[in-house]
């Protein structure tokens, strides 16, 4: 289904939600977020888009490698992208119905209030995104 022609409003709308979402956020880490809630949703289609995104923003493959085992790979993620990538696990799979207070206060000291929010809103947009490519059937290279 070409949802984005047959719904075109909701796809304005979210690609206004995914711009205002990303502003002022280090290009890296949003890439990185991206990549990790598009593992975690099974997303081929995201996955092959925001890896591609990674690398023309600077990011490195080896971590690009190791984002599916970032809590093993000490050393090659900062704190504050720790921070963020738990916090896009907290939010994207919901297993106990909320984000654990522990995960949203690590991210609340590793980014100011306007952060936090610009990046629960990103998680939630490049989740909203996964769900549109899965239940879609997009794959990688359609567009």
């Known amino acids: 289904m070409r949802w984005a022609q047959l719904a075109p409003e909701a796809f304005k709308a979210m690609i206004a939600l995914d711009a205002a979402a990303k502003k002022g ?3 890296v880490l949003v890439e990185l977020v991206r990549i990790r809630a598009s593992q975690l949703n099974k997303c081929a289609f995201c996955l092959d888009m925001h890896i591609t995104d990674a690398r023309k923003a600077g990011e490195t493959e080896e971590r690009i490698h190791l984002l599916n085992a970032w809590e093993e790979a ?3 993620y900062s704190e504050r992208e720790r921070a963020a990538l738990a916090l896009t696990e ?3 799979v919901l297993t106990d119905g909320f984000v654990p207070d522990a995960v949203y206060d690590r991210a609340a000291t590793h ?16 989740n909203a995104w996964n769900r549109f490519g899965v239940t879609t059937r997009m794959t990688p290279g359609q567009g």
């Open 74 to 76: 000490a050393g090659y």
């Open 111 to 126: 980014f100011t209030e306007p952060e936090l929010a610009r990046l629960i809103a990103l998680i939630t947009t490049i």
């Open 25 to 27: 956020l280090d290009p």
């Open 90 to 92: 907290a939010v994207t």
